[in-house]
């Protein structure tokens, strides 16, 4: 079975002002800030762990896809060939992600 790098680029990084309508502060009363990845950062996908200086809880919600692209599978007329969107399950401060199989 053949195995592909995944790029995985970040799309769109949600604040809490745009989840919510207004800020969203943690019970200890400290607010919660936008997720620290910029959106257009890539990162690669290439032995099938995560990659360096990735978020835990976005690879979490992300890895079944990305092992499921990784191995050559196919959403069919979705998002296009080898490509799908995922979003991080963290739904205070949500990003989106594009998974891209890299054919070398």
Not at 13 to 34: D, Y
Not at 47 to 75: L, Q
Not at 80 to 92: K, Q, S, T
Request: glycine residues 12%.
């Amino acid at each position: 079975m053949p195995e592909y790098k995944v790029k995985i680029t970040v799309v769109k990084n949600f604040s809490p002002e745009e989840v919510f309508g207004e800020k969203f502060h943690r019970p200890s009363g400290r607010e919660i800030q936008k997720c620290d990845l910029g959106e257009g950062d890539t990162f690669t996908v290439t032995d099938g762990n995560m990659p360096d200086g990735f978020c835990h809880h976005a690879w979490f919600g992300m890895y079944p896809k990305v092992t499921f692209i990784r191995y050559g599978g196919e959403f069919d007329d979705w998002a296009g060939r080898g490509v799908d969107y995922v979003c991080c399950p963290d739904g205070i401060r949500p990003v989106v992600f594009k998974l891209e199989r890299v054919e070398d």
